[in-house]
């Protein structure tokens, strides 16, 4: 008879944060083992080949939050990571003229200076306040936020430390923060810009992920939260990576696998085995039952504590914050293979403007627009839309001449009136190209095949609950010690043994892996207890 | 003429900081531009013997220690409360009524949702915990977080306090404040009704849907000294918020305060960084060691004083204040009380015409698109049902807000003016009453209909915004009026603010007076 192995620890769950938290674990000297229910790693950061020849960053697409103390701990660049910057934006607006931002400081303050000369001027001093402003929040994504109800020393030094923090910063950039925490991101980028284009492709950035308009308060934080990313040291840096977003995937799993951890892929979690109020091992779906010292779930916080373990393991209180932790996913997905690249009317023909990032997102009236049609349970008629063309800067992903675009897509409310099905899913797919036809004509005829994803489909594939692509919206009443539930923001739970690293942890969502590296941190800490 | 601290406007706020200054022996003068003390405040006559509040709906919470400290029941101040506190007429089903005794609200919610009937004693009761810390914040001046540390010192208590509220309610009150009030309610109840209402209530003063957050908070805001569950009352004064003026108005004079009305302030004369002198429109010139102003940031420091004192930055940042009134206030006089479908009881408190959470928030679809409501929100009062001596005998006064009308973000508001545009929205806004009190239309006997614009320009309020400056969260504490500058003083030395565009802001009455006039006095017996 074979002694059945304890590990450990078992990851729940082969996102970048399961991953992240496994590969800092077995660096640390444990014997890890991550279970990912899906054939590919990665959850919402895979790259698949969707039509033959054609390969796609299906759910997630562009990289920026990916911290760089991970990069560096993991050394990922060894294991195969390899991002290209984005180097433009651009957005065709109905008008037939353009608004773009290039690589070169001085070509995209000549831009700017052609929509404002004001605007082009404030641009400068604006950039540097969002780069203090990331800075100010930037320790906090490595601290694990403190119970501000207990009166334990090491809470109270915890959020004395946080407080200086704060009060280090001096006034005006304290009030500065306090107002990019608080308020619409169109109020507060109208504070300093006068065009129009420009304050609706910037606020653009406030709403993704949440269901809120550009208008509402709390969008501003989104948007700093979007200038958080930094790429060798340079914020407000997006990129590519080479091989799609499950290349960032596959080369900390490599990472992982370097340091000793075991991946096994079509392995799915059933439930996590606790006796006696400490968690003791993971039951698979196949009936399979696995042993180990640690639990850590990197599933959202509906999956981690209302699935994986019953609720009568868990204090009352922590459910029903759970029960009302707010997902209702917005956004949606469209992937087209294409015969040949868009041609835009407001910018013609082949040019750097299709490297980069461009967006449908001509004005903040129609972004509320497009957010009013979600509020009362319908998919925008005319979207908001984030576009990349990865084919363009690595050509692997497409056969030889042809491309693949990705296009982000809110909003598709995942509650949507009569729900989901086949046929709302084309017409909300046609919504999407009908409305890029109206800025690239050519669209239509040079589309070969195109998958359309809901937040019904990102829920049914991935796991993630509504579809929201952060785990849980990233609300000022979800954030730091309140992200998932109060008492229960270390990553830690009440249940021993048993951890979450998911990013509906703090501090949340994009391909950050912040909460997978404090959750493994938090997990050594312990050291088992 | 020369006085130790000349008192800009005669609205609430100013009648007090210049009572709580002449009671410690400062000589007080107050300037109105108006007719009448009160400015905006001050009742104004619809038709003979019909009076009205022309653009307050009702006189907040009065700060219970400017109650105290000002005898102002020894000045004529009376006080009533109007019971049911709020009524909400239905379409289907019974009305909702709230009333002073809790189980008479519960029941009557019972009739509508016995799951929410269950629900609502803990809300009330919570709500009322949280609102009781507002008042706290609302009882001293603001923190400011990055400022010296003793000035944190007093905030230890209200640390304490909060620590107070026990594990549960400490971190649910960190949650709610800046909760979507439709979150907070759709987690609570299931009656759209009640849901709706509460959502209506939750907006005024902010120019935003109750999907926006922060609008929790605004609903806190307004519950700031009410008993437990009485959503939607404040403290009703007999004869209205000009009666108020005139108690506090008597209350100044009786400690040596001069008043004088017809007095428009045409500048503030600023000396080496110093407010100096008062220059009124007549040109005559009134010297003083302090000047309190109750106009309004904006107004008092750009067009008064005038930026050549200021930083850049200051008066960048006084032009950032979003001055957002987004609604219309309509006057009635009636020759009959209406008579409210299914209410046995006349409605002598708020009645609210909010069906639903949609319904506000589509209300403010319109008007973020440019369009006054298609069906706004209603907000009414019949305040001589309580208070007889406001209409002649037998007669009554009604006053609607009617949500939203657009408004431009800044320096003042856009869109809809005029009478045609106005007329327009009294008649959906008489209409969508009608249905629910149908004797409303015969009994109309005048009608007088204020918009955004018309607030501005008849009295000044900046964006038609009677609490100057949003009730959003970027806009309260120690970020107003502006950032860091919550103290009531001003980069000009001698000259200082008070009034809804300070700390704790509108709907809470007496309180910017006191603090502001603590801080004038602090500096006068530091110069003596």
Not at chain 1, 366 to 375: I, Q, S
Not at chain 2, 72 to 80: E, I, N, P, Q, Y
Request: glycine share 12%; hydrophobic share 45%.
């Amino acid at each position: 008879m074979q002694i059945a192995r304890v590990w450990d620890a078992i990851v729940i769950g082969g996102g970048h944060n399961g991953l992240v938290c496994a590969a800092y674990l077995a660096r640390a000297g444990q014997k890890v083992l991550v279970l990912e229910r899906r054939p590919v790693l990665g959850g919402a950061a895979v790259t698949e080949e969707i039509f033959p020849g054609f390969k796609f960053s299906v759910f997630s697409y562009v990289v920026s939050l990916l911290r760089p103390e991970i990069i560096r701990d993991l050394d990922l660049p060894g294991h195969g990571l390899h991002i290209v910057p984005l180097e433009s934006t651009f957005n065709p607006l109905p008008d037939g003229d353009y608004l773009a931002t290039w690589a070169d400081p001085e070509e995209t303050r000549r831009e700017l200076y052609r929509h404002s000369p004001r605007d082009a001027d404030a641009m400068q001093e604006f950039g540097r306040l969002m780069q203090r402003m990331a800075m100010a929040v930037k320790p906090l994504l490595a601290t694990e936020p403190p119970d501000p109800a207990s009166l334990h020393p090491r809470a109270l030094l915890a959020m004395g430390r946080i407080g200086k923090h704060f009060r280090d910063l001096g006034e005006k950039d304290l009030h500065a923060l306090f107002k990019l925490m608080t308020m619409s991101s169109a109020d507060y980028l109208r504070e300093w810009f006068e065009s129009e284009a420009l304050v609706a492709a910037k606020s653009a950035s406030g709403i993704i992920g949440t269901f809120l308009g550009p208008r509402s308060p709390g969008t501003a934080y989104v948007l700093l939260h979007h200038y958080m990313g930094e790429i060798d040291g340079v914020f407000r840096a997006w990129g590519f990576a080479r091989g799609g977003t499950g290349a960032v995937s596959e080369s900390i799993a490599s990472a992982a696998r370097g340091f000793g951890a075991e991946i096994r892929t079509d392995a799915a979690a059933a439930s996590v085995i606790v006796k006696d109020g400490r968690a003791v091992g993971v039951a698979l779906e196949n009936g399979d039952e696995l042993r180990a010292r640690t639990v850590i779930s990197g599933l959202d916080p509906r999956r981690t504590f209302l699935e994986l373990v019953e609720p009568v393991d868990l204090p009352s209180d922590l459910v029903a914050a759970v029960e009302r932790f707010r997902f209702r996913g917005s956004s949606g997905k469209v992937n087209l293979a294409l015969s040949e690249l868009p041609d835009f009317t407001a910018l013609p023909g082949v040019g750097p403007h299709l490297k980069g990032a461009m967006a449908i997102a001509p004005s903040v009236d129609y972004l509320e627009r497009a957010y009013d049609d979600a509020k009362y349970g319908d998919f925008s008629r005319r979207p908001f839309m984030d576009i990349v063309i990865p084919s363009m800067i690595d050509p692997t992903m497409a056969p030889p001449g042809k491309h693949v675009m990705s296009i982000f897509v809110q909003y598709a409310p995942y509650h949507r009136n009569g729900g989901w099905d086949d046929q709302s899913r084309e017409a909300f797919g046609d919504a999407v190209v009908d409305t890029l036809a109206e800025y690239a004509p050519n669209i239509r005829s040079a589309i070969l095949h195109r998958q359309v994803i809901t937040p019904a489909d990102i829920e049914a594939v991935t796991g993630l609950s509504e579809g929201n692509i952060f785990q849980g919206e990233l609300a000022l009443s979800q954030l730091f010690f309140l992200r998932p539930s109060p008492a229960w923001a270390d990553h830690r739970t009440p249940v021993r043994g048993y951890y979450q690293c998911g990013s509906g942890t703090h501090p949340g969502g994009g391909i950050m892996g912040a909460s997978g590296r404090l959750a493994a941190k938090a997990v050594v800490a312990d050291g088992g207890r | 003429m020369s006085y130790d601290v000349i008192v800009l406007g005669s609205g609430p706020e100013e009648l007090v900081a210049a009572a709580c200054l002449a009671g410690e022996g400062w000589s007080v003068l107050v300037v109105e531009a108006g007719p009448a003390i009160g400015g905006t405040a001050a009742s104004e006559e619809l038709l003979p013997g019909f009076r009205v509040d022309p653009v307050h709906g009702d006189a907040g919470f009065l700060d219970p220690r400017v109650l105290r400290q000002l005898e102002l029941d020894r000045h004529g101040l009376a006080l009533l409360a109007p019971d049911p506190v709020l009524a909400v007429p239905a379409e289907r089903g019974g009305p909702l009524v709230f009333w002073r005794d809790a189980a008479r609200t519960r029941a009557s919610i019972e009739d509508r949702s016995a799951r929410d009937a269950g629900r609502w004693e803990s809300f009330a009761e919570r709500m009322e915990a949280f609102a009781r810390i507002l008042e706290e914040v609302a009882a001293r001046p603001a923190p400011r977080p990055a400022g010296p540390l003793r000035d944190l010192a007093p905030f230890l208590g209200l640390g304490r306090k909060v620590r107070g509220l026990g594990r549960d309610d400490m971190t649910e009150l960190f949650r709610v404040l800046p909760l979507p009030a439709y979150d907070l309610l759709d987690d609570t109840f299931e009656d759209e009704l009640l849901k709706g209402a509460l959502g209506a209530l939750s907006v005024r003063g902010l120019f935003q849907g109750p999907r926006a957050q922060g609008t929790a908070l605004v609903l806190l805001h307004h519950l700031v000294g009410s008993p437990t569950g009485c959503f939607g009352t404040r403290t009703v004064v007999r004869g209205g918020v000009g009666a108020l003026v005139e108690a506090l108005a008597a209350a100044a004079r009786g400690r040596g305060v001069e008043l004088r009305v017809d007095a428009d302030v045409e500048r503030i004369g600023v000396e080496r960084g110093r407010a100096t002198v008062v220059e009124l429109a007549d040109g005559s010139q009134l010297s003083a060691r302090s000047v309190l102003s109750g106009m309004g940031p904006a107004r008092t420091l750009l067009d008064l004083a005038g930026p050549t004192w200021l930083d850049p930055d200051f008066v960048h940042a006084l032009r950032q204040i979003r001055f957002r009134g987004g609604y219309a206030r309509i006057h009635l006089a009636l020759s009959e009380a209406p008579r409210f479908d299914g209410l046995a009881e006349p409605a002598a408190g708020t009645i609210v015409l909010a069906p639903s959470l949609d319904h506000v928030e589509r209300a403010f679809d319109d008007a973020k698109h440019g369009e006054a409501s298609e069906r706004p929100v209603l907000e009414a009062r019949i305040p001589s049902l309580a208070d007889p001596s406001l209409a002649p005998g037998g007669r009554h006064v009604m006053s609607v807000d009617a949500r939203f009308v657009p408004v431009d973000g800044r320096e003042g508001s856009t869109g809809l003016r005029g009478s045609a545009a106005g007329d327009e929205l009294a008649d959906r806004a008489v209409a969508l009453l009608a249905e629910s009190a149908p004797n409303l239309r015969g009994a109309i006997l005048a009608r007088k209909v204020l918009l955004p614009a018309d607030m501005e320009t008849r009295y000044g309020l900046y964006g038609g915004d009677p609490y100057q400056g949003e009730l959003a969260l970027d806009q309260l504490l120690f970020m107003r009026p502006v950032p860091g500058w919550s103290g009531y003083r001003t980069p000009i030395g001698g000259l200082y603010l008070c009034g809804n565009g300070t700390h704790p802001a509108g709907a809470i009455t007496g309180a910017s007076g006191r603090l502001a006039a603590s801080a004038v006095l602090a500096d006068l017996e530091g110069q003596a």
